[in-house]
């Protein structure tokens, strides 16, 4: 279940701040019941645009928005003692938004967060700015869920926000993402945990398959054919001259250098796969094979290759 954070109650919206303003209960309950009906698991509150009167706008919102949903809230301020007002109102155990390593945020928040029984959204920024490339990521959540943990807080209640900005300010943007999502599998697969496989993350990868066609045209080679949980799409120029299935995750760590030749070539192949196999990965395939936890090759080994006819049928 993905967990889904409903922030349209916050007061630097035109509307919400006039309805604060105006003691207008009615207009927030029923944005908050809209959010409730779209999805959300929780409800942000941020109410920190009217200075001096973040405080009491926060009490206020809380005790209104508790009347009209049963949902959990995420209390969103910088403000340690806005939050400590806050956490006190709560019924039900709350996300804090937010930490960072910034040190100014970092020193005024874990005092607030130690002993607390909360979730706390953790930010990959530190005082050098925003994360610039995927190690700067996977480095600061590292970083970050290591010092939460100090204090006590569980690590699932930790949600590490590696602040990816939209490809329209940098192009590069998208790669970083992907390239922090391998990054991720890396480290959880060494430690042999058993990870969700059907992350959004994963499937923003997989849709990077388009990637391969080029490579394909340059070796003059027909398209190929990939079909997987969630993609079935032609790469290359031409009519599809092969087809090849296989698992939606151990593809997509092909498609990213995390598998052998000798694994790729494994996958469920309509024809011969050797004059497809060494284009088929952006990055230089691994020499050896490699098998993470909970993946199919580790539970029942190579799968045979298919026929033309069978693909077609």
């Not at 009906?37 to 928005?65: F, P, Q």
């Not at 004059?275 to 020499?287: K, Q």
Request: aromatic share 6%; net charge negative; hydrophobic share 40%.
């Amino acid at each position: 279940m993905f967990t889904v954070i409903g922030e349209r109650i916050n007061t630097t919206l035109k509307k919400v701040q006039a309805a604060v303003v105006a003691g207008d209960a009615d207009y927030i309950k029923e944005d908050v019941k809209k959010q409730e009906a779209c999805g959300a698991t929780y409800i942000d509150v941020n109410a920190g645009a009217r200075i001096g009167h973040e405080k009491e706008d926060m009490a206020w919102l809380l005790s209104v928005i508790q009347k009209a949903t049963e949902l959990p809230l995420c209390l969103d301020s910088p403000d340690p003692e806005v939050l400590e007002m806050a956490y006190g109102m709560v019924k039900q155990t709350p996300m804090i938004n937010s930490i960072s390593l910034e040190k100014e945020r970092f020193n005024a928040m874990i005092p607030f967060l130690a002993g607390k029984d909360c979730k706390i959204i953790a930010l990959c920024m530190d005082d050098a700015g925003m994360p610039k490339s995927a190690d700067d990521i996977i480095d600061r959540a590292k970083r970050i869920v290591g010092e939460l943990e100090k204090i006590g807080m569980k690590r699932e209640d930790i949600f590490v926000d590696p602040l990816i900005q939209p490809i329209s300010v940098d192009s590069s943007n998208g790669s970083m993402v992907m390239d922090a999502v391998m990054h991720h599998y890396d480290v959880i697969g060494a430690l042999g945990v058993d990870a969700p496989r059907g992350t959004e993350g994963l499937r923003l990868c997989l849709r990077a398959a388009n990637a391969i066609g080029p490579r394909l045209d340059a070796a003059d080679l027909p398209a190929l054919r990939i079909e997987t949980e969630g993609l079935d799409r032609v790469v290359g120029t031409e009519d599809a001259g092969m087809e090849v299935r296989g698992n939606a995750f151990e593809i997509t760590r092909a498609l990213f250098g995390r598998r052998s030749l000798d694994q790729i070539a494994a996958f469920d192949w309509s024809g011969d796969p050797a004059p497809y196999v060494a284009f088929f990965s952006f990055f230089t395939p691994r020499e050896a094979p490699l098998v993470e936890e909970g993946s199919p090759q580790s539970r029942h080994g190579s799968r045979r290759r298919r026929t033309s006819t069978e693909f077609s049928s």
